[in-house]
């Protein structure tokens, strides 16, 4: 059954090696012209990399199953249903219908524009404590506000919020070469599920006007015909959801924003004087370098793609980094152009059932802080030499984005 142009152990495809991490894009490359269905037998995944195929399987829930996890350690290694935090992002039909229902009408376009004035002052108070010749734009800015953002609308308390953050951090983090969680990672877990615990407790006891204790109050339709009240875990599983799913990446994308500018000044330059171009840009950026270069799907089935067949129950890597890039389906795709038309179909926010929840939000946030960055740095350079990338599984971008503004 093996049709592709190459043999599997020609391309070293992997994705916890730091290389992978600096970039991504030859590797990619070479997996869309040689090993479409590519399969990895060391870590025993498989990797679809074109658009024209990462596209309809991101929409195939039948054939591509989200229940095992998200990530390829999830996948290898599933933990026991039972001791799992119920998240909407690792189910499937008919669960994930019914759970994500009760979060859509919070994250409306409609809804999500009502929160521009929170979102605007929150960019403004970061911004303002910038020192204004030179700061870090990931670990000064853009690590800090949307953490903020999504609590505030989960009702978690200010002085807590920032603490959270690292919490939600540390479990994503990896050493060059390592799949597994870190000692750290664990224990931040177990922080956050403790703090979350009580949080729930005490808006159970008295509510307020937030997201968390409205999912207190909502009711779900169960599989057996009974509606009830969601659980304590369900709802800890929506708060651990959002706050990490919301925080790191639009905090990764005005990162890499940072560094595709330096080397595109002209189109800076273009956007400080037409502000309107900001919102075209925000799109070509995910599309161009988006933070999450894959989401993980387990096969349920037997899936033949391009003669070859993906076994039932196989970990498979959509490859959304690469789809976009994908000189098949975008014309010029190496070249950065924030003037390129938009399709309406960016997989750099997901597509299927699984679109990503606060996609929305992430364009109300993207566009606020970059309006904040053109006026915060006009003209500006990187301090190269303090760049740090993220070593983070499945999300690229940069912990550390130095820059000098000039006057
Ligand atoms: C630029 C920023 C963002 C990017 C690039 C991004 C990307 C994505 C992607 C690719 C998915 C699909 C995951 C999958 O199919 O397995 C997704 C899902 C999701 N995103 Fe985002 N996201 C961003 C911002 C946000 C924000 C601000 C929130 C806050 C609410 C959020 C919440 C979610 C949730 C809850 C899901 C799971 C939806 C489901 O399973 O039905 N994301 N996101």
Redesign the pocket.
């Known amino acids: 059954m093996t049709d592709t142009l190459v043999s599997d152990d020609a391309i070293d495809f992997d994705p916890f090696a730091a290389e992978f991490h600096e970039d991504p894009h030859p590797l990619y490359r070479r997996l869309r012209d040689e090993a479409p269905v590519y399969h990895n037998p060391r870590y025993g995944f498989y990797a679809l990399s074109r658009y024209a195929d990462v596209a309809p399987a991101?929409k195939d829930f039948d054939a591509y199953s989200?229940a095992r996890g998200?990530t390829l350690e999830q996948v290898l290694a599933p933990e026991p249903p039972d001791q799992r935090i119920p998240m909407?992002?690792m189910?499937d039909p008919p669960e994930?219908t019914r759970m994500?229902k009760l979060v859509n009408k919070v994250?409306t376009p409609r809804a999500i524009s009502e929160l521009e004035p929170m979102i605007t002052a929150t960019v403004r108070e970061f911004a303002e404590r910038l020192d204004p010749e030179q700061f870090d734009l990931v670990e000064d800015f853009s690590t800090l506000f949307?953490i903020e953002v999504?609590t505030t609308m989960l009702g978690v308390p200010r002085e807590d919020r920032q603490q959270l953050r690292a919490w939600l951090a540390a479990p994503l983090e990896r050493a060059p070469g390592q799949m597994e969680l870190s000692e750290e990672g664990k224990a931040a877990v177990i922080e956050s599920t403790m703090f979350y615990a009580k949080l729930i407790a005490e808006r159970r006891a008295n509510p307020q006007d937030d997201m968390i204790s409205r999912l207190i109050e909502v009711e779900v339709d169960r599989e057996d015909g009974s509606t009830t009240r969601l659980t304590d875990r369900e709802i800890l599983g929506f708060a651990a959801?959002?706050a990490g799913?919301?925080a790191e990446?639009?905090a990764k994308?005005l990162g890499i924003a940072t560094v595709i500018f330096a080397d595109h000044p002209d189109q800076w330059r273009a956007m400080h004087a037409d502000r309107s171009l900001i919102p075209g840009a925000f799109e070509e950026l995910?599309r161009y370098d988006?933070?999450?270069q894959y989401?993980v799907r387990y096969s349920r089935r037997d899936i033949t793609l391009h003669d070859r067949t993906i076994p039932a129950q196989s970990p498979v890597l959509m490859l959304?980094a690469s789809a976009t890039r994908d000189p098949r389906s975008f014309a010029d795709a190496d070249r950065f152009d924030i003037t390129r038309p938009f399709t309406g179909n960016n997989l750099?926010?997901?597509y299927?059932?699984?679109?990503?929840?606060?996609?929305a939000?992430?364009r109300l946030?993207?566009r606020i802080a970059l309006n904040a960055m053109l006026d915060l740095m006009p003209e500006y350079e990187l301090d190269r030499a303090g760049l740090r990338r993220a070593h983070v599984t499945s999300v690229g971008g940069w912990t550390n984005v130095p820059v000098r503004v000039h006057r």
């Not at 299927?352 to 929840?357: E, P, Q, V």
């Open positions: 991101m989200s998200i909407i992002i189910m994930h994500r994250f949307p999504i959801l959002l799913a919301g990446t639009v994308v995910l988006g933070p999450v989401d959304l750099g926010l997901g299927g059932i699984h679109r990503c929840l606060g996609a939000l992430a946030e993207g």
